[in-house]
């Protein structure tokens, strides 16, 4: 494949990544009531078992070898930090407004962190943000708290360590599929506490359809898309185009919740699809690791 392929390959997994993840909100508004902390602590266990059984083929060296890898640690902490702070905002805040500035200030953070940027970067990122802001900006529901806000912040700066150590893993020689059962399980481990939260209502119908969805289309699918774009798009693009998720959050709210979107925010969704259009147009693949592929 040439570079210009690769680049659009990565480039479009990682969207699609980011699509699934705008998906979790509205999972959780359609589940029953629970606290976020066990909401995280059981679907991380739930995605680290269905992981294991698609790891094991490679070996338990291949694992081991995975877990020795400190972007791995970096990344499950991250990863651990990301679920609980994004659950905690979208319950006190709202889908909307809890993704807009939990995914809306990512790309920024990033940008910064890594020093990856470029102008196409910056008109690219600021198109979306602006986007996002016309998507939201007449839909808030009086439901914004500072705590809640304070958790948003926390949950983009989580999900920032995040694509800066997934990208660092991509680089590696190793295997998509084990390197996510990896951070997965270093994850699931820091939030193992959260179990002891009740869990009477993961026995329910709801529960279980919500953490099914959440576990294997939000997670183990979505991150698998992620993690593989990853390999070739920059810390930084990737950010960018994470910024699909709350556009389609917001759609679903419009689509499953019922939500009413303004004629603003429809023309703040152009300017996010516009956004990505351009990503798409200037992505550029980063050196790849021997032998791994998108």
């Known amino acids: 494949m040439t570079r ?7 480039v479009t997994l990682v969207a699609a990544g980011a699509a699934l993840f705008g998906t979790v909100g509205t999972a959780q508004a359609l589940g029953p009531e629970a606290a976020a902390e066990s909401i995280g602590a059981l679907r991380l266990l739930l995605t680290a078992l269905v992981l294991l059984c698609l ?47 939990a995914i809306g200030c990512t790309p920024i953070v990033t940008g910064l962190v890594t020093r990856n940027v470029s102008r196409s970067w910056a008109a690219a990122t600021g198109l979306a943000l602006l986007g996002l802001t016309l ?11 500072t705590v809640g806000v304070l958790f948003a912040i926390a949950a983009s700066a989580s999900y920032a360590g995040f694509i800066v150590a ?14 996510i059962w990896a951070i997965f399980t270093v994850a699931a481990l820091v939030l193992a506490p959260g179990l002891s939260a009740p869990l009477g209502w993961a026995t329910t119908g709801r529960g279980v359809a919500m953490v099914g969805y959440l576990v294997i289309a939000a997670t183990v699918l979505a991150y698998s898309c992620f993690n593989r774009g990853l390999r070739v798009v920059p810390p930084a693009t990737a950010a960018t185009l ?16 019922h939500e009413r979107l303004s004629l603003l925010a429809w023309c703040g969704a152009g300017l996010v699809l516009g956004a990505l259009l351009l990503m ?11 032998g791994s592929a998108v």
Do not use: C, H, K
Not at 135 to 145: C, I, Q
Not at 167 to 179: E, H, K, L, N, P
Not at 242 to 257: S, T
């Open 242 to 257: 994470g910024l699909v998720e709350p556009l389609v959050a917001a759609l679903l709210g419009v689509l499953v919740l």
């Open 166 to 179: 997934g990208s660092a893993i991509g680089r590696t020689s190793t295997d998509t599929t084990v390197a």
């Open 55 to 101: 790891a094991v083929p490679f070996g338990v060296r291949a694992l081991q070898a995975a877990l020795s890898i400190p972007a791995v640690w970096a990344a499950g902490v991250a990863q651990a930090a990301f679920n609980y702070t994004f659950l905690s905002a979208v319950s006190r805040t709202g889908v909307a407004v809890g993704t807009l500035v």
């Open 4 to 10: 210009a392929g690769t680049a659009v390959a990565g």
């Open 280 to 290: 798409v147009r200037v992505a550029r693949p980063v050196p790849a690791a021997a």
């Open 135 to 145: 998507l939201l900006s007449g839909d808030l529901d009086g439901r914004v708290t």
